[in-house]
């Protein structure tokens, strides 16, 4: 394949798919069933959580002083709208605008590490503070049960975190795909796909959001 | 106290499938047992036969190269093995739940026992009377028993075979169970939730004796025996499940081995070492995390209240002897 | 599989995506205002109720499930629905336990007793 | 069909362990995955029979009361995660499951390869487990036992961590594939059972196996950094990690047993040449155990403190599954009915399975029972109850499929006659080592006992010598699969008069599968249209 810059890379359908058609539609189920996995993955930490909160009510309630809501919040909206550009990226991919699909992309990007920058003050406020998971555990509480939220915090924000920085993973990986032209409105397959798990990293974040920060 | 207690065989007791049983329960749950058994060795003999007919009867020969029925469902039949399966299992649903609720609601007027289960031996507490026991549960016959449980480490589960119950024993909370004796006699209980390297010598005896005996048994009627120290000593060692740790072979264990320890000096984590005397022995099994040996984990549990003088002298005698 | 050659490759209007935007940014700033009133034991339920609406939004716009449906739909629907059941039925266990025995000093000492609702370090 | 090409066999074709070990092709990950799953199976055998050595005589043999504690563990860690999880999906699923739906391929290849690799990292994160302390909390890996003892519990975890995801990987391409790589003309009811079972399978390892990853992922966590939920000392809750853990374990039992429930129906069509009884009720059925294997896992918390509401409502729904197991059992049986049955050794393990899988399946309706499940619940009974399904089911119809499909595997034929020999062997030794388990069992004889009651040893010891019998039939079977291999005459495209795609293709089949994409106009198992 030449390196012009303007070239545009053919895709090929794969030997094993009889269309495109076909192909993108297979590609886009196993994605969404793979999501039905994430989602059971982080649901049963949110079991937890609930099951936590129903036994021991009053500490969750002095434990969501302890995390800053502005901070979350600033967070959601970083999380909302690169989920807007996301959506914006994969829109300009399905209509042969390249360069706007990298912007988006970069704008996404952007915003992901954002939200990582305003989470990695909110983790040091807490390890100053000694709010740690039980075994590192420091901080001044009332309720003896406290380290127990703050394990479960750190568990499921670390993961969500952890499912941000792949994300931005693969978006460097679409950036680069992109740049050597192998988007458009035939193919566009891997920038949905991205998308579809950039949404639901957001769709986590909806719900952590309230829950650790709002009510507690 | 101390006298060697026989224990009901659970194989040579009992029917061909369960052990005696002496609880007021036992009758309904065998009774379901049975049910469950001779439906399903209807049903099993039903299909192994029918199928074996089928075998015989529709071999691949010569004469019968392909199939001859060519039926591809019948839905009357499949609603009728949806349906009376169905039934079936209602019926054994209810007389399990029927006998589930019973075992968990005992009678008010239970006598109260409390059973701490921890690595590896279970210790029973007459909350009224104050007394302690190590591996063996006393109570009356006849009379409903309330067992509250909980557990020092790590999960056991208190079983009594010939009583048909079980229950785990938790931690951080406190489970029940309850029985009635109907008959006097040893029995064996297990712990059977794995809890690590003693869980199978964590074992008690359940003694079941009458009103008078038990009335004697917890005061003071258990009192010391004048039996010679060292065989006092050697059969406390089991009782008190001091073997599930401590070996007097010489051989490695949980614990420092018996053999020879007595007189001689042991290194103690952290450098210093001790010469083993009364006063370290006594020290050690009242207080074991006083002291802990060189290379051994922290692990074992204390004592204290539970062993009286003359058992600690015999223990210690004991040790000398090895 | 031709059938839904169409639906898979619809373009969606910018205009609906800002909408959909402006509609998450207006509720997200109305779940945090709704947490500066104390609404009591509904406080939970309100802020569940507008992370659904958030999510909904989400999943049926910008993850196009509204031009999708068929498998991925109910892929989807029903791994919430057995979420669920995994919630429901851990509370037919947690919630109906026999709190009686959480009555501490009745009995004997545990080594770690059941901490009561929120046990405080002042006992 | 098999027309003569030159190109050979997808077992020659690209040549070179490179070719092996970098290929797409679902036929050869199949397998390298099954050359994997014989392994642990043989390890897992292994170990079985050094404990059951030592369980001889009361007292001490060999072992120590840790090291035992580790065989078994050991053990069932093995048999679950390394080897019957992925045992018929991975390897026989993924060898004939797009031949069966007449596609070239898994919906995606790369990501078959990519989960077989994930697999072998997560064995080998369990090997290492054995050499470096190996754990001994039994596969269950209850709180705080296992947070608290000082075996490498975390390299365990985490071996079964990352298996989770290549079963996780397995079941998304599976879904994917069936939904979409079907042949023109096969509509979703002339899919073969097979393919219905690793469906099913496949729902059930996306919905479960992310909690299981959680769960475990939480156990370590617990270890390192402390995460408190499930640590009693500061509040949290131990029984709560078994609700975790059985949420996903209990649907994995039917994980296990499902796609050895499909070869089932295979080996019953070939074998009596006939059309299945009940293919639609045997179909959904395979949903519905699917669907209500989520709602009984608290069956195994009957006496673990959980509340009395939540048990009776798990001991209702454990019965439920029961229904649809019946209705299989009795459709297989019916299917034989009027049939032509050729007695070859794959009937011959279906004939067990029947025979084994319905012991099984009684005695846990006895367990779901509250009050026999309060006197069991621990005890061999249990022990007895699993082996006779998962070994006496799966591993059995597991055989059974290998033999099945053996030839167009590889394209030769195995010995009938050391086939009958080895299953009678099986058959036999399997009873000796278990049905005498249940006995113990109801006498109160605990599982997971190093040591125990004199009383119970000529039981124990009749157990095991079955195990001895029991390993000379894999012996036997183990030799004549190899020699198969090396001298075994050549197997010609349909050995058994299958009906299904998988047969209307060489042996072994070419690599891109057919050479004319198959079309499908008919049932599955449509003997009438040729028989008459
Ligand atoms: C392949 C694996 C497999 C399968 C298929 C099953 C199938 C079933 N199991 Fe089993 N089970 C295990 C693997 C499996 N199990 C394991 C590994 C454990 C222990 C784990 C551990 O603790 O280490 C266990 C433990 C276990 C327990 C907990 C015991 C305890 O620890 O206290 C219970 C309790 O309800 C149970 C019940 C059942 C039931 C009701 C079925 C049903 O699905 C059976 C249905 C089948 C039939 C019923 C037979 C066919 C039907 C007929 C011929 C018609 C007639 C039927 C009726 C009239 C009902 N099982
Ligand atoms: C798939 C699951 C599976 C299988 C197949 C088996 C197979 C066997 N199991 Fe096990 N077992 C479990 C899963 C399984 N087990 C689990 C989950 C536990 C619970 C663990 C726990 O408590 O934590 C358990 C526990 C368990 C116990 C209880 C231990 C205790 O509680 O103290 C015992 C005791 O007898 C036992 C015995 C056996 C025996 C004798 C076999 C035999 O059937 C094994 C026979 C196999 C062989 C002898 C290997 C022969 C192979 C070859 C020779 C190579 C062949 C090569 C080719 C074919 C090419 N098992
Ligand atoms: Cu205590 Cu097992
Ligand atoms: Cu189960």
Redesign the pocket.
């Known amino acids: 394949m030449s390196k012009q810059k303007e070239s545009l890379v053919q895709h090929h359908v794969a030997h094993h798919f009889d269309t495109a058609e076909q192909e993108f539609s297979t590609a886009k189920l196993g994605m969404w069933v793979f999501l039905v996995q994430e989602l059971l993955f982080f649901g049963a930490l949110f079991v937890a959580f609930f099951v936590f909160k129903y036994l021991y009510p009053e500490m969750y309630v002095e434990a969501h002083h302890h995390l800053s809501w502005k901070m979350g919040a600033l967070n959601t909206i970083f999380l909302i709208t690169s989920s807007f550009t996301m959506v914006m990226g994969v829109r300009s991919a399905q209509t042969n605008q390249r360069r706007a699909t990298k912007n988006y992309l970069f704008a996404t990007m952007l915003l992901a590490c954002s939200f990582l920058v305003v989470k990695y003050f909110e983790y040091a406020a807490k390890f100053h503070h000694g709010l740690l998971p039980p075994h590192f555990f420091f901080g001044e509480g009332v309720h003896q049960t406290l380290p127990i939220f703050f394990g479960l915090y750190f568990v499921m924000t670390g993961l969500h975190g952890i499912h941000v920085l792949i994300g931005i993973g693969l978006i460097a990986w679409l950036m680069y795909r992109n740049s050597r032209g192998e988007f458009n409105s035939e193919f566009y397959t891997p920038v949905e796909m991205v998308g579809l798990y950039w949404h639901f990293v957001d769709l986590v974040w909806i719900f952590l959001f309230p829950l650790f920060y709002l009510v507690g | 106290m101390a006298k060697e207690v026989v224990v009901e065989s659970l194989m040579k007791s009992g029917s061909f499938w369960f052990p005696e049983g002496a609880n007021s329960i036992t009758n309904s749950v065998d009774g379901l047992f049975y049910f469950i058994l001779i439906g399903s060795i209807i049903l099993f003999v039903g299909i192994c036969s029918t199928m074996a007919y089928f075998l015989y009867k529709y071999r691949r020969t010569e004469a019968n190269p392909v199939a001859t029925s060519h039926i591809t469902h019948s839905t009357t039949l499949e609603l009728l093995w949806t349906i009376i399966p169905l039934i079936l299992c209602v019926i054994i649903f209810w007389w399990g739940y029927k006998d589930f609720l019973s075992m968990g609601t005992p009678p008010g007027s239970a006598l109260e026992i409390r059973v701490i289960g921890k690595k590896w031996l279970w210790q029973f507490e007459y909350p009224k009377e104050g007394v302690k026991t190590l591996g063996e549960l006393v109570v009356p016959v006849n009379r409903p028993i309330r067992l509250v449980m909980g557990s020092e480490d790590v999960l056991h589960s208190f079983f009594l075979p010939n009583f048909r119950i079980k229950r785990d024993v938790l931690p951080n909370r406190y489970t029940r169970l309850w029985f009635q004796a109907e008959r006097m006699g040893n029995f064996q209980i297990f712990c059977t939730e794995?809890c690590g390297d003693g869980h199978s010598a964590m074992l008690a005896t359940l003694r079941v004796v009458s009103e008078a005996e038990y009335q004697e048994w917890l005061h003071g009627g258990s009192g010391d025996s004048d039996e010679p120290l060292p065989e006092l000593g050697k059969k406390l060692y089991t009782k008190n499940a001091c073997n599930t740790c401590h070996s007097i072979d010489g051989s490695p264990s949980v614990g420092p081995t018996w053999k020879g320890m007595y007189g001689h000096k042991v290194s103690l984590d952290g450098g210093a070492s001790v010469d083993v005397d009364d006063a370290y022995i006594k020290e050690s099994i009242e207080n074991p995390k006083a002291k802990i040996v060189k290379g051994f984990q922290p692990v074992m549990p204390t004592y204290a209240g539970v062993l009286r003088e003359r058992e600690m002298l015999a223990i210690i005698e004991y040790m000398k002897s090895l | 599989m031709a059938k839904h050659s169409e639906s898979h490759h619809v373009i969606v209007p910018v205009k609906t995506f800002v909408a959909t935007f402006s509609a998450l940014l207006v509720l997200t700033i109305l779940t945090v205002v709704a947490s500066r009133f104390d609404f009591g034991s509904m406080n939970l339920s309100i802020a569940l109720l507008i992370a659904f609406c958030k999510a909904s939004l989400v999943v049926w716009i910008f993850m196009g499930m509204k031009w999708d449906r068929g498998f991925n739909f109910v892929a989807f629907v029903g791994s919430i629905l057995f979420l669920i059941i995994f919630i429901g039925f851990t509370f037919s266990d947690i919630a109906f336990r026999d709190y009686r025995d959480k009555v501490e000093g009745e009995y004997f000492g545990l080594a770690h007793p059941v901490k009561p609702i929120s046990g405080a370090h002042h006992e | 069909m098999a027309h003569a090409v030159n190109e050979g066999s997808y077992l020659t074709n690209p040549k070179g362990w490179k070719s092996w070990l970098l290929t797409l092709d679902h036929k050869r990950i199949g397998i390298m995955y099954l050359l994997f799953i014989?392994i642990s199976?043989?390890l897992?055998?292994?170990f079985?029979?050094a404990?059951?050595l030592e369980?001889l005589s009361p007292a001490k043999i060999i072992f120590t009361a840790k090291q035992?504690n580790q065989l078994?563990?050991l053990?069932?860690?093995i048999?679950?995660f390394l080897?019957?999880v992925p045992s018929i999906p991975a390897s026989l699923g993924n060898f004939v499951m797009p031949l069966m739906l007449g596609a070239k391929d898994v919906a995606f290849p790369r990501l078959n390869l990519a989960s077989f690799y994930i697999y072998v990292f997560g064995a080998i994160f369990c090997v290492y487990s054995m050499i470096s302390g190996a754990a001994d909390t039994?596969?269950?890996f209850y709180t705080p036992y296992s947070t608290t003892t000082n075996t490498s519990v975390i390299s365990m975890t985490l071996g079964a961590f990352i298996l989770g995801f290549s079963s996780i990987l397995t079941g998304v391409n599976f879904i994917a594939t069936i939904h979409k790589m079907r042949a023109k003309g096969m509509n979703w009811f002339r899919m073969p059972l097979f393919v219905w079972a690793l469906y099913a399978t496949a729902i059930i390892q996306v919905l479960a196996t992310p909690v299981l990853a959680i769960t475990l992922l939480l156990l370590i966590l617990e270890r390192t950094i402390g995460v408190g939920i499930f640590d009693p000392t500061i509040g949290g809750d131990p029984v709560l990690f078994q609700h975790f853990f059985w949420f996903y374990s209990h649907p994995a039992v039917y994980i296990?047993i499902l796609p050895a429930m499909g070869i089932m129906s295979e080996l019953v069509t070939t074998f009596c040449r006939k059309n299945i009884f009940g293919y639609k009720t045997i179909a959904y059925s395979s949903i519905a155990i699917a669907i209500i294997s989520f709602l009984v896992w608290g069956h195994h918390l009957f006496v673990s403190g959980q509340s009395d509401n939540a048990a009776t409502i798990f001991s209702i729904l454990t019965f439920l599954v029961g229904i649809p197991s019946a209705i299989k059992v009795f459709n297989w049986l019916s299917t034989m009915y009027g049939g032509s049955i050729n007695l070859k050794t794959p009937f011959l393990y279906f004939l067990s399975f029947m025979v084994l899988f319905c012991v099984g399946g009684f005695t846990g309706i006895m367990l779901g029972a509250l009050s026999l499940d309060v006197y069991f619940h621990g005890t061999?009974f249990v022990?007895a109850h699993?082996?006779y399904v998962?070994?006496g089911g799966?591993?059995m119809a597991f055989i059974g499929g290998l033999h099945y499909w053996w030839p167009k595997m590889f394209g030769k034929m195995y010995s009938e006659f050391w086939g009958a020999v080895a299953c009678f062997f099986i058959f036999v030794g399997?009873n000796m080592?278990?049905f005498t388990?249940f006995i113990l069992g109801a006498k109160g004889m605990p599982?997971?006992?190093?040591n125990y009651l004199d009383q119970f040893q000529p039981l124990h010891a009749f157990?095991?010598m079955?195990?001895w019998v029991?390993?000379l039939g894999?012996?036997i079977?183990?030799f004549y699969?190899?020699d198969s291999l090396i001298n075994g005459p050549p197997a010609p495209a349909n050995p058994w008069g299958g009906m299904t795609l998988e047969w209307h293709t060489q042996s072994p089949p070419v690599t891109h599968n057919f050479d004319v994409a198959p079309v499908v106009d008919h049932d599955p198992y449509d003997y009438r249209r040729i028989d008459g």
């Open positions: 794995y | 014989v199976f043989a897992g055998g292994f079985a029979l404990l059951r369980l035992y078994f563990t053990h069932g860690a048999m679950v080897f019957i039994g596969w269950t296990m061999y022990v699993f082996h998962m070994m799966t591993v399997f080592v278990f388990q599982r997971r006992y190093f157990s095991t079955g195990t029991l390993g894999f012996l079977m183990a699969l190899i």
